[in-house]
């Protein structure tokens, strides 16, 4: 049975760091980590992904702040946001696809505000 479970979130002013973390277990063949975040009141959405092979991609939003690294099948990913903006106030989930299933985690909160 796959597992995620995210850590990490909490109350940051602007212009300060987190990281989160999504830990991984269960799954046998990992291709795909995905960060998605949902902000008050608006849709999901997604921030950053981590392919197997290496590739990493970002959302105009949060190039150049945040980093995505991991994830090994059953071990730990994680997400570096630097600079942090009001705007970056969301619950963040951590997406996995292994080939052929989606799987989601419960989410972290981040909060940026003075």
């Known amino acids: 049975q796959v597992h995620i479970e995210e850590s990490g979130g909490g109350l940051v002013q602007p212009g300060g760091s987190l990281r989160l973390s999504c830990v991984i277990s269960?799954?046998?063949?990992?291709?795909?980590m995905t960060w998605y975040r949902q902000p008050p009141g608006k849709e999901r959405e997604w921030v950053a992904r981590l392919r197997s092979f290496g590739l990493t991609y970002y959302a105009d939003s949060v190039q150049g702040r945040f980093t995505i690294t991991g994830a090994n099948a059953n071990g730990t990913g994680y997400l570096e946001m630097n600079n942090l903006r009001p705007e970056d106030t969301a619950v963040y989930y951590c997406?996995?696809?292994?080939?052929?299933?989606?799987?989601w985690g419960q989410g972290t909160q981040v909060t940026v505000s003075s």
């Open positions: 269960g799954i046998s063949n990992l291709h795909t």
């Open positions: 997406q996995l696809y292994d080939y052929s299933k989606y799987y």
